[in-house]
């Protein structure tokens, strides 16, 4: 090993190397990337239990091989803005694609709101996920890796993004409900997510009376046990603990300090974002987590925040509802984006925080292309997923599935042949557009120039 240069380091730097002589690029323009990262916004959103592809990104609306379709019969359309009836067998009536105008995309009627903004999304469908089971497809979307012995064996990609252009952000990653991994030592332990449930827990835990204390004797003992932490750790053989002791000593100084505790309000999230009105529009806790993800970006505490939706799991007769979770899902990040659109970033004048936010959404794996006998659909190892980002092309579709039965189909030729697209592909992607080396963080995965905007 180099003298003077630490583990990871060396990891960064050959893992850099390596994928620049892959992709025929300097390693200096993987660097100039990373450094023009450093004021970026990531949202990571994960829709929990599986989706049904072909009532977004893949849409089937004809019986063709083992595809049911969804129709009047299988369906509450209703509440399905984008659904206009199309022939389909039986008497019952299947959907016509929506094809927005002046676009190559296509979508199901689930889309919603989102089909009006598309020509900012990149869509990847026959994502291959190669399990049905809910803890290994969500490991996989969010890692890149499967599960072994039911143990998470990396890094999720909040957090690796956190660690890589965040950690001295008050907040690197904040995490509700998200399937955020922190595995081995490769990260800065400050990127470590903060997980919670609710994003009002954060808000009571920053609650402090001042009855027997004031602000300066919190910030006397804050700074004395960070101190003690310290120097224990400096004669300490294991020092992690004792460190992570004093990360959070500091960082609880500067949550109290900055006044944040209304960032993480409810209440007053909803009542600053009332487009994101969870009780008027979105049912769901999503819509708190939306509010807080402008909230904290707009404010420059934050680097990444990830949150899960769930409702997607229907196997059964709960099926005729899954389009319009799905919209809700699509409205809200439609909305989200209105919103990014209005919102100065805090450090670059003249710039938006839409400029400058990454949004991935994921999903465990896709349902069947068939209704089972409960009028559900089960797990299927497909997947689509989507990117909003300025540095991934929009407007376009990338990968395919087979015509009949939804299963991945050949993409491109990668370095070992022709195949489907794979999470760890994704995200290896995803992972280079910010001049992360993929190689460092990720055992498996190509990048995908296809999905990538021209410099």
């Known amino acids: 090993m180099a003298p003077g240069l630490p583990r990871r380091a060396l990891l960064q730097a050959a893992a850099g190397a390596a994928l620049s002589g892959v992709l025929g690029l300097p390693a200096r323009a993987l660097a100039a990337h990373a ?13 929990s239990g599986g989706w049904d592809v072909t ?12 595809v049911t379709p969804a129709t009047t019969d299988n369906t509450d359309t209703a509440p399905l803005r984008l659904w206009v009836d199309a022939p ?71 957090a690796i993004c956190a660690s890589e252009l965040g950690a001295s952000q008050t907040f690197p990653a904040v995490s509700v409900q998200f399937p955020s991994a ?5 990260l800065d332990r400050r990127a470590v997510p903060l ?50 002791f004093a990360i959070q000593s500091e960082a609880l100084g500067r949550m109290l300090n900055a006044g944040l505790q209304d960032v993480f309000s409810r209440g007053k999230l909803i009542q600053a974002h009332p487009e994101l009105d969870h009780k008027a529009r979105f049912a769901r806790q999503a819509a708190v987590n939306a509010a807080f993800a402008i909230e904290a970006m707009r404010r420059n505490v934050v680097r990444c925040v990830s949150f899960a939706c769930d ?37 670059r004048a003249g710039k938006k925080l839409s400029d400058h936010t990454h949004i991935l959404v994921t999903s465990d794996f896709c349902r069947t292309p068939q209704l089972n006998t409960a009028m559900g659909r089960d797990h299927y190892p497909n997947n689509s997923a989507m990117v909003i980002s300025p540095r991934f092309r929009g407007g376009i579709s990338f990968g395919k599935t087979d015509p009949e039965q939804l299963l991945p189909a050949p993409a491109k030729t990668f370095q070992g042949g022709p195949r489907p697209i794979a999470p760890p592909d994704l995200l290896a992607t995803f992972l280079f557009a910010f001049g992360i080396p993929p190689l ?8 995908v120039p296809e999905l990538l905007r021209r410099s």
């Open 182 to 186: 922190f595995v081995g030592d490769r």
């Open 311 to 347: 409702g997607f799991d229907t196997h059964t007769s709960n099926y005729r509802q899954h389009a319009a979770t799905q919209q809700e899902l699509f409205d809200l990040i439609a909305a989200l984006l209105g919103s990014l659109d209005k919102t100065p970033h805090p450090t």
């Open 35 to 47: 450094n023009a990262a450093q004021d970026e916004f990531f949202l990571f959103i994960h829709a």
């Open 55 to 66: 009532l977004w990104a893949d849409p089937r609306n004809e019986s063709k091989g083992l």
């Open 195 to 244: 997980t919670v449930g609710d994003i009002g827990t954060i808000s009571r835990s920053l609650a402090r009376a001042r009855h027997y204390d004031t602000d300066e004797d919190r910030a006397a003992v804050t700074a004395l046990l960070s101190e003690e932490a310290r120097s224990l750790a400096a004669r300490s053989r294991y020092t992690d603990a004792l460190n992570g």
């Open 88 to 158: 389909a067998a039986g008497g019952a009536k299947s959907f016509a694609p929506v094809t927005p105008k002046g676009s190559s995309l296509t979508f199901g009627p689930g889309i919603g709101a989102l089909a009006d903004l598309h020509d900012r999304l990149c869509i990847v469908n026959g994502l291959a996920m190669n399990t049905v089971s809910h803890p290994d497809g969500t490991a996989f979307a969010t890692t890149g890796r499967h599960l072994s012995g039911g143990r998470v064996m990396a890094s999720s990609l909040d």
């Open 440 to 447: 460092a963080h990720l055992r498996d995965g190509e990048v």
